[in-house]
């Protein structure tokens, strides 16, 4: 018998897949769903501190090996999601929720992150550095500065269970970078990877771009991220203090996907296109076909090969 048992610091997962934020949770009803599903987890919709409509439709488009985004933070306002994610908790104690926050600009994490820590939150924030798609506004981790203003200020008020989403890095001379910085703070998990930031897809019938928003510029998912995703799952393991685990996240379509990505080190992994493209019997399908790698590589529990990847 093969178990999915997970754990990032003190909390307990009974299966290592959860959905990414931003699919299948912007709405109570949708949140409930993956809680009743077969995923170990949830995490929120990335709240911002006010309510918001998001960029304008086509916003999101299913290509041929994954997905092109331009939702532009369309959520419910981080007190929605904080009061859901309250109620949650006292529903079911023994499930721990992710709770995820982005700014509209660097001052908005630390406003945010006062409110969750006076409010009776105990499960595990998740701040979204990383989001590619707000008309006019860079994603913020590519900006070690800024990066750094906004963690100094974070922490100074945050003491609960905190992590950040980082967009995808390119170049090993980044990885470094980020790490060294990353290794400073108090951080229980990084989420590892955002969306490809700015891909570009274009309707080989009228030559048009396939979304609206940004002249069609969006964040890619799915299979076209799978290399990348592992990449930098590996790449951050290998840097991070070993108390910072790793949720992570892209480029998932089959239960070997999700083996490779543990292998690479992570302690959860998050389900974004392959969510949105099949639903939320996607998490069935690869809890049965993670099960099978599992079994036919010999090994009974997550433990047994997380981050053991060999190379030559
Ligand atoms: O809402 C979005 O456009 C969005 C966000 Br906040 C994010 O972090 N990643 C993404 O691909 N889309």
Redesign the pocket.
């Known amino acids: 018998m093969v178990n999915l048992h997970t754990s990032i610091g003190s909390f307990q997962f009974n299966n290592v897949l959860m959905n990414a934020?931003?699919v299948h949770c912007m709405t109570a009803a949708e949140l409930d769903e993956v809680a009743q599903s077969p995923a170990g987890t949830l995490v929120t919709?990335?709240g911002t501190l006010q309510p918001r409509d998001?960029?304008p439709a086509p916003?999101y488009a299913s290509l041929e090996l994954g997905s092109i985004?331009?939702?532009?933070?369309?959520?419910k306002g981080f007190r929605y999601y904080l009061d859901y994610a309250i109620a949650f908790q006292a529903a079911h104690p023994d499930r721990p929720i992710f709770l995820s926050i982005?700014g509209t600009g660097p001052a908005d994490y630390a406003e945010m992150a006062a409110v969750i820590q006076a409010s009776d939150f105990t499960g595990l924030t998740e701040f979204?550095l990383?989001?590619?798609?707000?008309p006019g506004k860079p994603q913020i981790a590519y900006d070690l500065t800024t990066t750094e203003h906004i963690l100094d200020d974070l922490f100074k008020v945050f003491k609960k269970p905190a992590g950040i989403?980082l967009p995808p890095f390119f170049d090993l001379a980044q990885f470094d970078a980020m790490a060294a910085l990353l290794n400073r703070y108090p951080l229980t998990f990084i989420n590892s990877i955002?969306?490809l930031?700015n891909g570009l897809a274009i309707d080989a019938a009228t030559d048009t771009a396939l979304i609206l928003p940004k002249g069609g510029f969006?964040?890619i998912?799915g299979a076209y991220a799978k290399p990348i995703a592992l990449a930098n799952v590996r790449a951050f393991r290998q840097r991070l203090r070993d108390d910072i685990a790793i949720i992570g996240t892209g480029g998932v379509t089959t239960g070997r996907d999700v083996y490779e990505l543990i292998l690479c080190g992570a302690s959860l992994v998050s389900l974004?296109t392959v969510l949105q493209e099949e639903g939320l019997p996607a998490f069935t399908r690869l809890t049965q076909e993670l099960e099978a790698e599992m079994t036919a590589k010999g090994y009974a529990t997550i433990q047994d090969f997380q981050g053991q990847l060999k190379t030559l």
Do not use: T, Y
Request: charge should be positive; proline fraction near 7%; aromatic fraction near 0%.
């Open positions: 934020s931003g919709k990335s998001g960029n916003r985004n331009s939702m532009g933070l369309p959520n982005a979204n990383s989001c590619p798609n707000v989403k955002n969306s930031g969006g964040g998912g974004g």
